[in-house]
């Protein structure tokens, strides 16, 4: 150790040379939070002992960001300031271990104490704060008016992916969620991980961790059934299991605009204000529902200046993008585009089929990969649709007292398999894309290739392969005899176009909902 540094002021000294090197946002989010270091001296072979500082950090999100954006630094730091080989071990520490530090105060170190509780703190010491997210969880929407307080039963939106909470878990939240309208059981750890929601996913932690500063307004979007509605509950969850007396808000739009009518009615304006203005976090589904709404969009706009303006948080959703919003005022979307808009994608295959596997897991009925791969395959649209055939399958397999297999699959889901395939076929698809972007069903199988047709027919060979059970030969043999190579490039062109084309997006959605009826 150098004669400047002692054990236990390390840590500290690490921490003022990162104040001085990331942005304040940065260090106060990541850094300033984090608990005391213990130093471990390590003897290595020569007789020289290096040094191993172990950090605790208080949940796996955190974890992840900090060893692959900070960690290998820190590293460096110690090693400079140590005068010897260092190590950073970062750990997860047990929530009941760690102690709170006051809102004000800097780190300290003394060893093997740990001296702050890291949490959903509002302000400049924030850091996202669900604890450890599972790779497991729902992503399905309740109904708007039906957020409750009660446990996720067996079979439920709330407990049918991934790993379900024990029952009374939603008690460990505070009793205030009842009159913010949250929903307990979404949270982020009920929330299934992956592609689909990846940014959202991320976006909404940061918010959860830091609200008021970052991403707002958050802006999510997607088709029903995708999880817009859990992210939102999951934020206003992990900030009232931090600060039980934040004023928090969900509701659905139609909500708000019953609210509008009723004080317009009752000319009591001013209580419009009191119970919206004053809010920390206001969380909103479905703002489509404005549309052709004039007064319910001015008080809404009322209401969203004056959160903006006192830093308070808004996360609203829509089955579109701001800018796709039709009836709504310019000056609302163009706000709503202001701060940060998410999509939220239909699951990946992959994503499915872990949903269906941990949650039968959960419900004590083991389900074969190859039933799982079977199941996610026929039911594509949204994570309602999978829990749904997971009912199905499960309850088939239990009243028939039959062990679940693809057969016994089948047969469960034989309606739905039949009208899937009654409705989805490659023609139906040439047609629809072909009306869609107004150019002849003919041209799906000629052989022009200016852009205003070749993107079409990419389009929909990129949809045949994805809704329905077509080989790559099968499906360029119905767009005029091509080779399977150019099926697959289609594919590979126009989903990944569609991770970053939010236009496409939309676009391939609209089709995708239309083709399903």
């Known amino acids: 150790m150098s004669a400047d540094v002692s054990e236990a002021t390390l840590w500290q000294r690490v921490c003022e040379r990162l104040a001085t090197e990331l942005p304040e946002q940065q260090f106060n989010t990541w850094i300033r939070p984090l608990p005391a270091a213990e130093v471990i001296h390590l003897q290595e072979g020569n007789g020289e002992g290096a040094v191993l500082v172990s950090l605790r950090v208080p949940n796996r999100f955190k974890l992840d960001w900090i060893r692959s954006q900070y960690a290998s630094r820190i590293e460096i730091i110690l090693g400079e300031l140590a005068g010897k080989p260092a190590r950073l071990e970062l750990t997860l520490a047990p929530r009941e271990t760690i102690a709170p530090l006051p809102r004000n105060s800097a780190p300290t170190v003394a060893m093997g104490q740990v001296l702050q509780q890291h949490g959903l703190r509002s302000g400049p010491v924030a850091a996202p704060g669900a604890d450890t997210p599972a790779a497991g969880g ?71 961790g830091a609200p008021g500063q970052m991403y707002n307004p958050l802006f999510i979007y997607g088709g029903v059934g995708l999880g817009k509605t859990h992210l939102i509950h999951a934020v206003g969850n992990a900030l009232l299991k931090d600060r039980p ?115 039968a897991d959960a419900e004590g009925a083991p389900m074969p990969e190859d039933v799982a791969f079977f199941i996610a395959k026929n039911v594509r649209a949204n994570v309602r649709e999978l829990e749904g055939a997971l009912r199905k399958v499960l309850a088939y397999s239990r009243f028939s007292h039959k062990e679940i297999n693809i057969q016994l699959a089948r047969e469960a889901l034989k309606d739905l398999l039949s009208i899937q395939n009654r409705q989805i076929s490659v023609e139906n698809i040439q047609k629809t894309v072909a009306d869609f972007y107004k150019i002849k069903v003919a041209d799906m199988y000629s052989k022009k290739r200016p852009a205003s047709i070749a993107r079409p027919r990419q389009i929909a060979m990129y949809l045949a392969k994805e809704l329905t059970q077509k080989s790559l030969p099968e499906i360029g043999e119905l767009f005029g005899g091509r080779d399977h190579t150019t099926v697959l490039h289609a594919v590979r062109k126009i989903g990944g176009e569609r991770q970053k084309n939010t236009e496409l997006n939309q676009q391939l959605h609209v089709l995708e909902q239309t083709l399903k009826g």
């Open 245 to 359: 007396d934040a004023r928090v808000l969900y509701l659905h739009a139609e909500q708000f605009i019953s609210d509008v009518v009723k004080n317009y009615q009752r000319k009591t304006f001013d209580e419009l204000k009191a119970k919206y203005h004053s809010l920390d976090l206001l969380l909103i589904d479905d703002v489509q529902f404005f549309a052709g709404k004039d007064r319910t969009q001015e008080e809404f706009f009322n209401a969203f200046e004056a959160l903006l303006a006192k830093r308070a948080h808004i996360i609203m959703t829509s089955d579109t993008y701001p800018k796709g919003l039709v009836d709504i005022d310019e000056r609302l979307t163009s706000r709503f585009d202001a701060g940060l808009t998410v999509a939220i994608e239909p699951p990946e295959l992959e994503m499915r089929v872990a949903i269906l596997i941990k949650k």
């Open 138 to 208: 729902h992503m399905g929407r309740p109904a708007a008016q039906a957020a409750t307080t009660q446990p996720a039963q067996p079979i439920t939106a709330a407990s049918l992916v991934g790993n379900a909470p024990p029952p009374g878990a939603a008690q460990t939240l505070p009793p205030s969620a009842t009159r913010h309208r949250i929903n307990t059981s979404l949270t982020f750890d009920t929330l299934v991980p992956g592609r689909a929601n990846q940014m959202a996913r991320t976006a909404a932690l940061h918010v959860a």
